[in-house]
């Protein structure tokens, strides 16, 4: 029986670090606080799906039969209504949540119930709470209860023409509604760490699925307001963009067996000027690209690892363990 091909980020030891948050009020949180877009190009380099939740109808060369299909949506186009595939924003956003808890001394965001009993009490892991005043670098940026978020994502809309009919094994999750496995334990029954799917490459046979095919390539664009300059290198530093950490994202279904990876380069920063004295149009638009940008995001970077809001450590292992290189690793053996 094979495994899914995993690693576990372990918890830094650490308490989660938290101090004060902007509230929805506030514009400009910090001195010379950054508000504006930083543009992306993407490009998917093992297939991707963002699964709708609707089953229907597909073929794969002469076979016929009911698939998963990927999310789609049908937009006014000149009047007609056209369909499109859908990228939610919101599915990067808690993909870029979940890279920033596991970096930087963050609470779990999204935390079943029944798992809280593995967690170490004294790393103050749980959510940050209605009313502390208090919260940790990721609720900071992508909010929590009483906190707006200053990170948003966009939707990516693409035509339908990047899809494919793909197959996969079946699918499982882990102990199935059973606690965590052993395996993911260490001393006192407490939780390691997190858990990453590994790059590799496809396994197929099984059930179908529709995807956005391999070599696709889009924008993705990601505004941001009041952020302090440290916060937005956690930003890049979660996004896989820096040299010396670079790593690809995985995203979507089947990232056990291969799927999902995506290949993040920037594009451009705009950066406006100071919201709270000129207003929302800020006082006007900076624009930040080529070797001007590459310095600007890796000095953020540099900023955010000294003053503590990136844990160095773990930015290593997530940037040495889903390197580029690593994307033709052997596939999952089957059955796992």
């Given at each position: 029986?094979?495994?899914?091909?995993?690693?576990?980020?372990?918890?830094p030891?650490?308490?989660?670090?938290?101090?004060?948050?902007?509230?929805h009020?506030s514009?400009?949180?910090?001195?010379?606080?950054?508000?504006?877009?930083?543009?992306?190009?993407?490009?998917?380099?093992?297939?991707?799906?963002?699964?709708?939740?609707?089953?229907g109808p597909?073929?794969?060369?002469?076979?016929?039969?009911?698939?998963?299909?990927?999310?789609?949506?049908?937009?006014?186009?000149?009047?007609k209504?056209?369909?499109?595939?859908v990228?939610?924003?919101?599915?990067?956003k808690?993909?870029?949540?979940?890279?920033?808890?596991?970096?930087?001394?963050?609470?779990?965001?999204?935390?079943?119930?029944?798992?809280?009993?593995?967690?170490?009490?004294?790393?103050?892991l749980?959510?940050?709470?209605e009313?502390?005043?208090r919260?940790?670098?990721?609720?900071?940026?992508?909010?929590?209860?009483?906190?707006?978020?200053?990170?948003?994502?966009?939707?990516?809309?693409l035509?339908?023409?990047?899809?494919a009919?793909?197959?996969?094994?079946?699918l499982?999750?882990?102990?199935?509604g059973r606690?965590?496995?052993?395996?993911?334990?260490?001393?006192?029954?407490?939780?390691?760490?997190?858990?990453?799917?590994?790059h590799?490459q496809v396994?197929?046979?099984?059930e179908?699925?529709?995807?956005?095919?391999?070599?696709?390539?889009?924008?993705?664009?990601?505004?941001?307001?009041?952020?302090?300059r440290p916060?937005l290198g956690?930003l890049?530093a979660?996004?896989?963009?820096?040299?010396?950490?670079?790593?690809?994202?995985?995203?979507?279904?089947?990232?056990?067996?291969?799927?999902?990876?995506?290949?993040?380069?920037?594009?451009?920063?705009?950066?406006?000027?100071?919201?709270?004295?000129?207003?929302?149009?800020?006082?006007?638009?900076?624009e930040?690209?080529?070797?001007?940008?590459?310095?600007?995001?890796?000095?953020?970077v540099?900023?955010?690892?000294?003053?503590?809001?990136?844990?160095?450590a773990?930015?290593?292992?997530?940037?040495?363990?889903?390197?580029p290189?690593?994307?033709?690793?052997?596939?999952?053996?089957?059955?796992?």
């Amino acid at each position: 029986m094979g495994e899914k091909p995993y690693f576990i980020l372990p918890f830094p030891g650490k308490a989660v670090k938290r101090g004060a948050g902007a509230g929805h009020y506030s514009l400009n949180p910090v001195p010379d606080a950054l508000s504006g877009r930083l543009v992306l190009k993407a490009k998917v380099l093992r297939p991707l799906s963002v699964y709708g939740g609707i089953n229907g109808p597909v073929r794969a060369g002469q076979r016929e039969g009911i698939g998963l299909l990927q999310l789609t949506c049908y937009r006014n186009q000149k009047g007609k209504a056209v369909e499109r595939v859908v990228l939610p924003g919101s599915s990067f956003k808690g993909l870029l949540r979940t890279v920033v808890e596991s970096i930087s001394l963050s609470c779990l965001g999204a935390l079943k119930p029944a798992l809280r009993n593995y967690l170490d009490p004294q790393l103050e892991l749980l959510r940050c709470r209605e009313g502390e005043r208090r919260v940790c670098p990721a609720c900071r940026l992508f909010g929590t209860q009483d906190y707006a978020a200053r990170v948003q994502v966009r939707d990516v809309f693409l035509d339908p023409a990047v899809l494919a009919v793909k197959s996969t094994p079946p699918l499982w999750a882990p102990a199935r509604g059973r606690g965590l496995p052993q395996v993911y334990l260490a001393n006192r029954n407490r939780a390691k760490g997190r858990k990453f799917y590994l790059h590799s490459q496809v396994t197929g046979a099984g059930e179908y699925r529709t995807a956005i095919k391999e070599g696709t390539g889009f924008t993705l664009e990601i505004y941001f307001y009041g952020l302090s300059r440290p916060e937005l290198g956690l930003l890049a530093a979660a996004l896989g963009v820096h040299p010396r950490y670079r790593f690809l994202l995985k995203m979507g279904a089947a990232k056990p067996v291969g799927w999902g990876a995506i290949e993040l380069s920037p594009e451009r920063l705009e950066l406006c000027g100071n919201v709270a004295e000129s207003g929302r149009m800020g006082a006007g638009l900076r624009e930040v690209t080529g070797p001007a940008l590459e310095g600007f995001l890796q000095e953020a970077v540099a900023g955010a690892l000294d003053g503590g809001l990136i844990e160095e450590a773990s930015l290593e292992k997530l940037s040495r363990d889903l390197a580029p290189g690593t994307l033709n690793s052997p596939p999952v053996s089957l059955p796992y």
